[in-house]
């Protein structure tokens, strides 16, 4: 279903919202990754706002879509859309990697029960997404609409466990099964395509018998057609290339792989939300 | 004796006592499992026959997965379809699960609480002629310093089936460690069996014990012969069989220790980390008493035949009757 006009302005404007939440969070923490969560805000808010099926008032439903977020380390981003589309208070967020709080600064489900799965340790999402398909897929046949969502970060590829699943999923033609990888180019060390070239991930998905789309991770509209064909894919998984911008939203913090494990401090923080808050000086902030 | 309220098999002492391998065991009791409960799914590494899934496959050709050799993502996968509501049983060897997947089993299944049931078969260095890369005998330490994680070595293959079949209820994931080479029938259909409970095998005709084995694993039918000889040469012995190593059965190794006052743990395993290690632990706190651990002592396995491997790691009985003597000749210095 193709996004109108208006909803596409909708999202944009959640999609900042919820990256306010992200810097905020991070700077209460004083620890974390910011680059990895403000790059998918767009993507996370089209899914959690558009294309899942999810009721937040009632986790438990059976017939809900999955996700897995394999990367842990970008879980604000997680936190964020599912507080901003109601699964616990928007407030909560504040007492990320604190003591005692559900969030944990890698997500544990022991302690926040609405996720799917527990995550942080690199390259073990994948499989639990195609065990969660295979599950499915036993119990409802080929005609299951009920699909599972994988979050994957490019670096995270270098692990090798990920092409066992890849391997599996494509053996057994997971129609149910869509990953979104955040192809970012940047790992702790560096760019990925010097500390381990992917390239051409594209070419490696497709041989593993995958359907392969590549996007604009900040365009709403391709996200959204991009997951509406990854449904529409018959008898193979599908894996959505995500090009992403790291940082995406505060100028001073994209494209810097130094970003990627490091939370703002409190002025950068404050610098960042008046950029996100002002489009970028283009209008006056609401909270000056 | 025997424990005569066991109901354990009469022959055991006869040489040509049956002989089976505990694996399967587990591959009856997983097709018993399959048939009782819808849920129950299975999925293997390239060793569905050796592990005995074979007979499960056979008759659930659409809840069992063939996952190639990948046995990380075998146990990422399994805890996948737990999250689904699945019963996951995943088989490999010992030595590869969880030898080589203990992080993912780690993380997405214990850390989850997903009940998944690991199995670790051709454990111990019985394995034999494959030699030493394919021995586990750390196994036992990796599994039960995770927390949620329960801890199973069946003694024989009747109770490797009644193991299977009560993972299924259990309320954590499983860990069950089996064997390749056949090793005698210790049990009986009629044998109680519960998840956590050890039970007295052998017990002295008279009066209080002088020294309390305990045993894991096909290990057992050693200590029950090395029981006997004891008690032949007028030596109070009881015999406990420890099948749920985590969570450990702490009355009863309480009890034994206060009445025998003297301990000797039998495993096919490191003697570091292991079983007696669990029970050093506890009773170092609560009731400490001199011990004496067979097991492999900090060496790797090679290859050999079942018995001569046990016999060269000090693990056959004539070293567990000389454990014994050592352990109670300790204590009469103290108590005399």
Not at chain 1, 64 to 70: E, G, K, P, T, W
Not at chain 1, 109 to 125: A, C, D, I
Not at chain 2, 12 to 18: G, H
Not at chain 2, 138 to 158: F, G, H, K, S
Request: hydrophobic share 40%.
């Amino acid at each position: 279903m193709n996004l109108t006009d208006e909803k596409i302005k909708d999202l944009s404007l959640k999609a900042e919202r919820i990256r306010e939440s992200i810097i905020e969070m991070l700077v209460e923490a004083g620890s974390g990754h910011t680059a990895g969560p403000l790059g998918m805000a767009d993507i996370f808010t089209t899914l959690y706002f558009h294309s899942l099926r999810h009721d937040p008032k009632n986790p438990e439903w059976k017939e809900r879509d999955r996700v897995i977020l394999s990367n842990g380390h970008i879980c604000p981003i997680l936190y964020a859309a599912m507080a901003h589309s109601g699964y616990f208070p928007i407030e909560e967020l504040k007492t990320l990697r604190k003591f005692g709080s559900r969030l944990q600064g890698h997500p544990h489900r022991e302690y926040l029960p609405f996720l799917e799965t527990s995550s942080g340790p690199l390259g073990e999402g994948l499989g639990q997404a195609v065990g969660m398909a295979l599950a499915d897929r036993i119990d409802f046949g080929e005609k299951s609409d009920r699909f599972i969502y994988c979050f994957l970060g490019d670096g995270e590829l270098n692990e090798g466990s990920n092409w066992e699943a890849i391997m599996l999923a494509g053996k057994e033609r997971l129609r149910n099964l869509i990953v979104i990888v955040d192809r970012n180019n940047i790992q702790i060390d560096g760019y990925t395509e010097d500390i381990m070239p992917l390239d051409n991930l594209i070419n490696k998905w497709q041989s593993f018998n995958w359907h392969v789309e590549e996007i604009d991770g900040h365009n709403f509209e391709n996200i959204s057609n991009a997951i509406d064909i990854a449904k529409a894919v018959y008898e193979r998984p599908s894996v959505i290339i995500a090009r992403t911008i790291p940082g995406r939203g505060v100028k001073e913090f994209e494209r810097d792989y130094r970003w990627h494990g490091k939370p703002p401090t409190k002025e950068e923080g404050r610098i960042a939300l008046q950029e996100l808050r002002t489009l970028g000086g283009k209008i006056k902030g609401e909270h000056q | 004796m025997l424990n005569p309220q066991l109901r354990l098999n009469t022959n055991l002492f006869d040489p040509n006592v049956e002989q089976v391998p505990t694996r399967k065991g587990f591959g009856e009791g997983l097709r018993e499992a399959g048939i009782r409960n819808d849920n129950v799914v299975a999925l293997c590494s390239d060793l569905t026959e050796s592990t005995q899934m074979n007979l499960f496959k056979e008759k659930f050709e659409n809840r069992f997965i063939e996952m190639g050799i990948a046995e990380q993502n075998m146990a990422v996968v399994a805890s996948g379809m737990a999250a689904m509501g699945k019963i996951p049983f995943m088989s490999s060897y010992a030595m590869f699960s969880p030898g080589r997947n203990w992080e993912q089993i780690r993380t997405t299944i214990a850390y989850n609480n997903q009940k998944v049931i690991i199995v670790g078969s051709h454990a111990g260095v019985s394995v034999g002629p494959d030699g030493g890369t394919h021995q586990a005998i750390e196994d036992i330490a990796l599994m039960r310093v995770i927390p949620n994680m329960t801890v199973i070595y069946p003694a024989d293959t009747v109770e490797a089936k009644k193991a299977t079949m009560a993972a299924v209820y259990n309320k954590t994931p499983v860990y069950i460690r089996l064997a390749r080479e056949k090793s005698p029938v210790i049990t009986t259909p009629e044998t109680p069996f519960e998840i956590g409970k050890a039970q007295l095998m052998f017990i002295p005709e008279l009066g209080l014990a002088q020294v309390g084995i305990i045993a894991t694993g096909p290990l057992l039918a050693r200590a029950l012969f090395a029981a006997k000889e004891l008690e032949k040469r007028g030596v109070r012995v009881k015999v406990l069989s420890l099948t749920t190593i985590k969570p450990l059965d702490t009355n009863a190794i309480l009890a034994l220790a206060q009445e025998a006052k003297a301990i000797v743990t039998v495993e096919e395993h490191q003697i570091a980390g292991g079983m007696g290690s669990a029970v050093a632990e506890y009773l170092a706190k609560v009731y400490p008493v001199h011990m004496e651990f067979v097991g492999v002592d900090d060496a790797f396995g090679q290859s050999g035949t079942q018995d001569e491997l046990i016999a060269h790691y000090n693990m056959d009985t004539p070293n567990i009757i000389k454990a014994c003597e050592k352990v109670i000749d300790r204590k009469s210095k103290i108590y005399q």
